[in-house]
């Protein structure tokens, strides 16, 4: 009876590492040697090995594991190994996956009023954001978040990127947009974002961009600089637009669930560390950003700086649309100076 009670027991560990659950195993302290018990703790994002995040996700691992003196362990599993954002969110909700840095507008597929950080030109530059959610607003929304979907955020605001758009013809207004068909994700407030911005949105899974734009079955794009250049699309397009529209960040969150086993001290690790990546994760963003334009430039782009405040427009006209979901919360963000 002992040798199958021991069997189910561990049985049951590999099958709830498996699903992405924290672990604890026994340890021994490294400065006084006594037995400690070592929390695991599994992170997964959606985006390839050496990404920008996932570099700054394996230094909050390194954070971690510095600060708690081996005691904590983060395991970075990229490129969704734990399923896609939106499964990784409702598994981090019901508490079967620990950790998760991502995109916060997939969090809205979740918690809709997190939508509006798709907006078009809810953010008029990157200090505007990061003063947006790291602020009054970010906690409000935050906490909202933990009390309906038990998602605790560790750091509202990591850079992702900012959205530029991409054309084989200049775009400098609204006007020139007109009857072009840009390719935008199946996400309709990004629909909504690009049609008012003059375009004809036409949603297009990623992994067919390529091809839809090399033989004409859209007439452009819009992504990250650094998505642009991976992507190659400027073999296929010969502009470059810094419209600049949607300032894009991730979110890493902790289960509660899994947040409320650990000591405070534990937490506070987790926050300070969170804290500290993050900031890394900004400066080599934003450090790989401007490499990327100059790049894309030498293989042959030019470069556009459109009027962008004939564009900004557009994301009031679709806040309006969205108000039964978030209120008058649009309106709180463009007053936050």
């Known amino acids: 009876m002992k040798k199958c009670l021991a069997g189910l027991l561990a049985f049951s560990l590999v099958m709830v590492a498996g699903c992405g659950q924290s672990t604890v195993s026994q340890g021994n302290d490294s400065n006084t040697g006594q037995p400690t018990e070592k929390v695991v703790l599994k992170l997964g994002h959606a985006l390839p090995v050496d990404h920008t995040v996932d570099l700054a996700s394996k230094k909050f691992a390194e954070i971690v594991a510095e600060k708690s003196n081996g005691t904590i362990e983060v395991q970075v599993f990229p490129s969704s190994q734990l399923g896609n954002e939106k499964d990784m969110l409702e598994q981090i909700s019901l508490g079967s996956q620990d950790m998760g840095v991502i995109v916060a507008g997939a969090y809205g597929t979740i918690f809709p009023k997190l939508q509006i950080s798709s907006l078009v030109y809810v953010y008029r530059d990157m200090d505007h954001a990061l003063k947006v959610m790291n602020g009054e607003i970010g906690k409000e929304l935050t906490d909202e978040l933990l009390k309906e979907r ?12 900012t ?5 084989n013809k200049p775009v400098k207004t609204p006007d020139d947009l007109n009857g072009m068909k840009i390719r935008v994700p199946e996400v309709a407030i990004q629909k909504d974002g690009l049609s008012a911005m003059g375009a004809a949105a036409t949603p297009v899974d990623f992994n067919e961009l390529y091809t839809a734009l090399s033989t004409g079955v859209v007439d452009g794009e819009e992504n990250p600089v650094t998505t642009i250049d991976s992507s190659a699309f400027y073999e296929v397009q010969d502009y470059l637009m810094l419209t600049g529209h949607i300032i894009a960040n991730f979110m890493i969150s902790i289960s509660d669930s899994v947040y409320q086993k650990l000591t405070p001290e534990q937490q506070q690790i987790l926050m300070d560390a969170a804290k500290e990546a993050g900031k890394y994760n900004n400066e080599i963003t934003i450090a790989a950003e401007e490499k990327v334009v100059n790049e894309l430039k030498e293989k042959g782009m030019t470069i556009i700086e459109p ?8 994301g009031a006209a679709v806040a309006k649309k969205y108000e039964d979901i978030w209120g008058d ?4 963000i463009q007053s936050v100076k």
């Open 329 to 332: 919360l649009y309106d709180r």
């Open 150 to 161: 038990q998602i605790r955020v560790l750091d509202p605001f990591w850079y992702y990127g």
């Open 307 to 314: 009027e962008k405040e004939k564009f900004m427009p557009a």
């Open 163 to 167: 959205r530029h758009l991409t054309a």
